[in-house]
Every structure is written in structure tokens, then in C-alpha cells.
């Protein structure tokens, strides 16, 4: 998208902004961590200076490539390089389907949507699909803790929401490898996302969570709050400045906190509609800044975190094409990992069953896209096309019987059938025959094996820490 | 999508697939011309083998970029290099909106399709967006002919249905230029598809219109039918290796009759689904087709036709994201025409109205992504980002009060409503919001200027010719 000495320019406004502006910081005790490092610390006003040499020597501890490895070790991940992998929707605190309409989320929700995320090979890590809104607040951290660790075996989230409740839920995914707390701090097993509060803020939570994800071993995906034209000036260059000078901080505190904490670079960065005030969610201008993300990313040596972000309420014509735009440009982009691959609709304030459906297949289908195509003498096959000659077809050639189930993308959603055929058949949309497909995954989902011992550990910590209050609202 | 070595493996299977199979040619003409040429030709069952130092020397006279121009010269296109241009949905026989529902094509259809085809920027070509059905064969092609040159002004379409078709069409787009039928082909002003008829074999029309066309100095797109696992064998190799012999094959005809003659590659190779016998467009494996083909026309020096193709019978989710991979791995493989940029459903049996305002979002989106970013000490903005500082806003700066309206994509379908907004102002999907925008269209397009003199000699013409009998089938 740019020029190698625009992406200099880029990283040395970014330089430039943590230098001279600095960035407001809320925890005394990050402030203090920078200013041992020499940082200029304003006290009255919390900000923090940071000069490009710190902000270099953290680039060279920050790792380019971790593994993420959740209770079954067969379901790692790599982060980094040419490795590519994805997450269900994060964050939403409505869901919704077409049976039941739409709804605040409950723990019943969230343990339909994880038993999605683990049916659906796609989708390789746990999102955190729903807010169970149903769960006491102190407790809701454990009940969702351990619906993610025993439905699913994939790699579990965790939410920046306090310092008790990071440590609790870390304690939950140690227990579910059959590790302490110290064993699983050598080997990463679960991630959370760390959203700035742009332009230049990093809030108590979020902090906080650089500083104890990075303590413990465990990565985070610094993303800003990138709105251009609303919490940045209305360029791209400056928005992909900003996203680039709150990435470096949290890469520098994490790597002052512990160096070699794996950090992921997350660009989630787009511009304002000016029409409604709102995130433009997968739309023209977010594909640009994607595309610059990872140029950066790769300027840096960090892998880069993406999405599949669209703006739509419902999974319409419009939803399709935002979703299929966001997921290419993340493709193109270089993308280590892709956030919210699966279910997001309303600007991530809702989960729908049938996008999660639907997206399945628009991943799934960039990941054939991504397999490499043969080309060789037996795949040439120019015997098979001289024995069939002009005019002839190749519906019984040999190849042809033998492959005839593999030979290409079988679509999960999409459909060829003629207008007539498809009529006859009910003249579904595609949302309407998502339906069906989330309602047999649910019917056939099979909770993957756990040890007993490790099951009941798990729900003895969740009861023991419930009697002893939970983690109350600070 | 693969290497340098395998397009070479890949042009090599073409060659020896041309010298050692050969292409079944229906036209002894055309047989005749490659003989000459030194091409051993098989009368018996029609079949020309092609040496590939024959093919090689035409690849040297065929051009890699040409400019068609319109009536209009304002609309004049470039195809080839970096440049990309769009034309409408071309060929079905249906037509169909949320208004008046689904109906087999008329005249009065082509109408508002040619209008539409005329009022958005982003569509810069014509396609034939509709078979107007009722009006009568021999005199289609005068009707259709006329109709595109009145009511729009941007480059016609021409049908190669046969030698006395291809010339009246011609004609007339000499007349609206201004020009005769000899000075027209110093110019090119008009297009036209060859679809070969995969496997190796081109039929009567087919191969009049590429030697026609090639007379007259016009292009065609070369676009060999090729679904793999049907009309070529079951695997990616071969159906390119079959696209780029037949491509050749044409290549090598229109410039032994006119060395110099402008053809593009086509591509618009896929896979059979294997489900329903039908063609899988826009596709996974159409999307690695379409990537190899932009590397093999690249090869060849050709401009490279592809297709904003999908398989919904209906603008739905899939719709959407079919057509927003078909548009970005276009742009990915660097095609320089994509055809049928708007209105494509049901696998091209079918002019969708909303899907035409549909996929004008998809374009003009993808159009706004490969306009530069620009990177300077403006649009870094370090004064601004300093002024507003850590925990402001963006939304008050002269900057972004100044361009609030042009500083990003603005949608034409996309919207970023809220649920409940969105519910309140009537909860539609993007299909049903396209309605109001190509009723709208409709009621706002304005027909392009003609000087009455060029309109009388067009209907003259189109009189004549009526008069004469038309176009009888052959």
C-alpha cells in the first residue's frame, strides 16, 4: 500500500508522538517502570515521554513468532511468520439467531457459541462469543473461564478486566494443563486483547494487563482504538502514526516488565463514518489501513493481529462483501492472526449464529485459496486431455471418478444450484440455510475429552474462589 | 499463487498441447490461414496442430495495451499495464428486482439496464446487460446495437453471432463515432467476448468473430469456457494449462490476420461442482484460477480480462462475499477489464437490478483502496495530534471540519447505523436499500448528448438494414 520510506515515515512520526506528546498512563506503578528505563514521567499530568532508544531496545526482545498452546496440545497454534490463525467474535453482549431472535447473552448462550467454536475446524482459538450478562459480575469471569476450558480444547481468552481476575482465569488455564501457575508462565497457553483508549491513553485495565499478561508469559494483542477523523486527526497517515505510537508503548512496557513477552501487533485501525458518528467496521478505508498494519508489523519484527470486521446488522449482501473484504485485505496484509473470524455482526455489539456459520466459510475458503496449487506432469495430465481430444469432456476420466469428492473446494454455504432447482427447494438465502447448518453442529457437537482429576480441579478453583467472593468490581 | 518455473510448466503443456493435440476449428478459413502459416491441419476431423514457434510470433505482434474509445471520447478506456476498467453484466436472458420480480428480458428492460449501466461512474464499459427476448432475432442485434449508443456513451458491446451481425454493429459504431467502417478500425471503439468451447475446439461464431474482429482491428477477450472437472481434468494444472492453449490458439488466429490485432486474455476458469454438474463461479478455486491466469497473461504480455463472477441466485451473504472475492482476487491477479462488475446472479442467467447497485459498492470500494495514501508532514499531522493531545477528540479540528465530507470512502450501500437506528428506520437489508437507489437512477439519469444528425444516420441505418431483412439465422 506504501513506499519502504513511507513506512519510515510512519514509524518515525510514531517515534516522534511517544517522544514529544507521550502517552497519558493511569498506573503509578507503569510510570515508574518507564522511568527506570528513562522515560520522562509527568506526574501532574500522567504522561509519559518515551525516547526512541528505549522504544528500540524493546523492539529487539519482543519475540516475531510464538506458539500458543491450550490444554490439547494438538490444537497449538503458531503466531508469526507465514502462520496464519484465527478466533471466534470476542466481546459482543447480544447474540442473536433466526429461531430465537435476539437477546442479552447468558452463560446458555456462550456455552452454544463455544460448542461452535470448538465444532468448526476453522476456527482455531476461542473468541469470547457472548457476555453471559446472566452471571454476577464478581463470579462471571469463572463461570465463563470454565464453560471456555471444558466445552472447547482450544486456546482459551482472557479478559484485561483486573489484576485478580487475569490471575484467576490464568490459574484456571494452568489447572487445565495439568500445570501451576509458574509452569505455564514458561509456555504461552491463552491471550487477551488490549485495547488503547486513543488518542495516547492507556487506562487502569489495560495496563495493567500488559504488565501481568507480560509477567506471566502470556501475549497480548496491543490494538488501538484506531477511529480516524474522530480519535485521530481524519488521515490514514496520522491514524497509522497513532496506531503505531500505542502499540510501541505497550510493546516497551511489556518488554521492561519481562523482556521476550510475546506481544502481537494489532491493527484494527479505520476511519469514522462522518454520517453517523460510528466505527466504519470493514469498510474502504479500514482495507488501507489493514494493509499498512502490516507493513509495520513486519517493520517491527511482530506479528500482526487482524479481523473480520463488517459493519452490518444482519448477514446481508452487505455483510458478505464487508466480511469477504476483511478477510482478504488481512490475507494480503500478512496477517498472523485473525480476531473475530467467526459470528461478528452490529459493529461487534451482537453475535449471530448464522454469521458464524457463514463466515466459517468465507475463512475456509481463503484458507483453500492459501494451499498451494500442483502443478507437475500428473496434474499437467496431458495424456488424460489428448486420450479425451477436442469436444470431449472429462466427467469419467479416471482422475475425475477417483477425486470426484476432493478434487476441489466443497462450499459449506455457497450453492450452484440453477434458479428452478434451488426454488423447488425452498429459495433459501444463504442466512436461511446457515440455520440449519449451526442447529446440526449443536445436535452433533461432542465435549472434547478431559481427565476427571483435572475436571474436578478446575470446578473445585471456580468454587472455592466463588466462596471466597469472586473478584468484586474494583 | 505459483512460481516462475511453473508458468513456464504451464506455458509448456499449452504448446504442447497445441502442437501435439491441436484445437478442432470449424471454419475452413481459418484452417486455410493457419496452414499457410505452417501449422499442420487435419481435414478429417478439422483439427489444427499449431508449432510453437507460430505461436510465439504472434505473441510478439499482439499488443499488451490498447485504448477503446467511444462516442464519447471522455469515456475512452485504457486496458493493459496498471490500469483496470469495468464493464456491466453481459449475456443473460432474465432480469429480475425486488419490485417487479423475475422475468425473461425485453427491450424495454435493456433500456433500464443501459441506463443504469450509464449512470454509475464505476461501470465504464458496456456489458449487454439483459437478451432483450422480445424483439425479433434477425433484428436483435440492430435494436440492442442502437439502444446502447443512444442511451449511453461509454464503449459498446458487440456480439460475434455471426459475419453479418458483427458488421452491422460495426457500423453503427463507426456512425456514432462519426466515422466509416475503415476509419473505425484504426481506432478501437467496441468489444467483444469469445468463448471457446473448452475442450479445444472453436466453433463457427467463435471463430468468424476472432478473425472478424481482428479485421476490423477490434479486440476480443479470448475466454475459453474451462470448468475443471468437466471440460478439462480435475485439477487446477490442467485447466490452465487448457485455458492458456485455447487463448493461444486465438491469439495466434487474429494475428496471422491482422498482426498487430488487440485480443486480452480471458479468464474465467473454474471448477465444476461436483454436487450439482454446474460451474462453481466465484469460488475458491476460481480465485486460484484467476491468480494463475494474471500470472500467465503477464506472461504472454496480454491484458487480462476477469469477472466480478458469484453462483447465488439471489443478493444475499453469499452473493456478497462471492462477488467481493471474485472483484479483489481480480484485482489481485492484476486484471485489467473486469467484466460483469454489476448485476451478475444466478451464474450470469440473470441481471439482478439491486445486485447492479450492489456491486457498484464492491467496485467502487475496491476502487478507493488502490487510490495512494498519502504519507507527508500534512497528513501525519504531528501539530494537530499535539494539539488535541493523550484523551481528546478529533471531531472539532479545522482539518477534520474541512474535509468531513470527502476524507474517506463514502458508501453508496454500507451503512454503520446502529441496531436500533437501524430497526427504526426500517431494519432493511442491504438488497432492499439497493431498490430505492436504482429507482432513483432511473428517475435522475439524463441521456447522453448526440447530435441529431449522428442519431438520424444511426436509426437510417438500423431502417436500412430492417428494411434488407435484418440478420436471418443462419
Redesign the interface.
Known amino acids: ?2 513506499s519502504d520510506d ?1 513506512v519510515e ?2 514509524h518515525f ?1 510514531a517515534l ?2 511517544l517522544e ?5 498512563c493511569a498506573v503509578k506503578e507503569a510510570r515508574d517502570i518507564f522511568a527506570d528505563a528513562g522515560a520522562i514521567v509527568d506526574e501532574t499530568e500522567n ?1 509519559v515521554r518515551v525516547g526512541r532508544d528505549i522504544v528500540e531496545a524493546a523492539l529487539q526482545t519482543a519475540p516475531s513468532e510464538l506458539t500458543l498452546t491450550p490444554r490439547n496440545g494438538a490444537r497449538a497454534v503458531k503466531l508469526g511468520g507465514d502462520w496464519l490463525t484465527t478466533a471466534a467474535v470476542l466481546g459482543p453482549p447480544a447474540c442473536t439467531d433466526l429461531i430465537r431472535g ?1 437477546r442479552s447473552g447468558t452463560l446458555a448462550d456462550l456455552a452454544e457459541l463455544l460448542k461452535l467454536t470448538q465444532f468448526f475446524n476453522i476456527v482455531q482459538m476461542n473468541g469470547w462469543p457472548v457476555e453471559p450478562l446472566d452471571c454476577e459480575v464478581r463470579f462471571r469471569h469463572l463461570d465463563a473461564a470454565l464453560a471456555m476450558l471444558t466445552l472447547t480444547d482450544k486456546v482459551p481468552y482472557v479478559f484485561c478486566q483486573s489484576r485478580q481476575r487475569i490471575e484467576d482465569v490464568l490459574r484456571l488455564c494452568a489447572i487445565a494443563r495439568g500445570e501451576t501457575l509458574e509452569q505455564f508462565g514458561q509456555r504461552p497457553g491463552v491471550f487477551s486483547i488490549i485495547n488503547t ?1 486513543t ?3 492507556y487506562d487502569v485495565p489495560m495496563t495493567i494487563g500488559v504488565m501481568d499478561m507480560a509477567r506471566h508469559g502470556q501475549p497480548t494483542l496491543l490494538t488501538p482504538f484506531v477511529i ?11 491514524a497509522m ?2 496506531t503505531c505510537a500505542e502499540v510501541l508503548f505497550g510493546v516497551t512496557l511489556a518488554q521492561l516488565v519481562r523482556p521476550g513477552a510475546p506481544i502481537l501487533f494489532g491493527c484494527a485501525s479505520k ?6 458518528g ?8 479500514m ?2 489501513c489493514t ?2 498494519g502490516g507493513q509495520m508489523a513486519r517493520r517491527y519484527g511482530l506479528p500482526l493481529r487482524s479481523s473480520n470486521f463488517s ?15 476483511a478477510v ?2 488481512a490475507v ?1 496484509a500478512g496477517a498472523n492472526l485473525l480476531m473475530h473470524v467467526a459470528g461478528w455482526v ?2 461487534g ?2 453475535s449471530s449464529y448464522e ?1 458464524f456459520v ?1 463466515d466459517c ?2 475463512a475456509q ?2 484458507a ?2 492459501l494451499e ?5 506432469d500428473d ?4 495424456d ?3 486420450e ?8 469419467g ?1 479416471a ?2 471418478i477417483a ?3 476432493d ?5 459449506l ?7 428452478g ?2 426454488m423447488e427447494a425452498g ?1 433459501r ?3 436461511e440455510r446457515a440455520t440449519g447448518i449451526w442447529q446440526e453442529a449443536l445436535r452433533t457437537y461432542t465435549e472434547p475429552s478431559l481427565d476427571p482429576a483435572t475436571a474436578e480441579a478446575l470446578a473445585a478453583f471456580v468454587a472455592r474462589r466463588k466462596e471466597q467472593g469472586g473478584a468484586p468490581i474494583d
Chains 1, 2 share one sequence.
Open positions: 500500500m506504501i513511507e515515515r510512519i512520526a516522534r508522538i514529544t506528546i507521550g502517552v497519558r504522561r435476539r483508549n488518542p495516547l491513553q480516524a477523523g474522530a480519535s485521530t486527526p481524519a488521515t490514514i497517515a496520522s502514526a497513532i476511519n469514522v463514518d462522518m454520517r453517523t460510528s466505527p466504519a467496521y470493514g469498510l474502504a478505508d482495507m488501507k494493509l499498512i459493519a452490518s446488522n444482519i448477514p446481508d449482501f452487505a455483510s458478505g462483501y464487508e466480511s469477504a473484504n482478504s485485505s494480503s452490529e459493529g455489539l451482537c454469521k457463514l466459510e468465507v475458503s481463503m483453500h485459496v498451494p496449487v500442483i502443478v507437475d496434474t499437467l495430465a496431458l488424460e486431455i489428448a479425451v481430444g477436442p469436444g470431449g469432456h472429462f466427467f476420466t482422475r475425475t477425486t470426484v469428492e478434487a476441489f473446494y466443497r462450499p454455504i455457497s450453492i450452484t444450484q440453477n434458479y432447482a434451488w429459495g438465502s444463504a442466512a
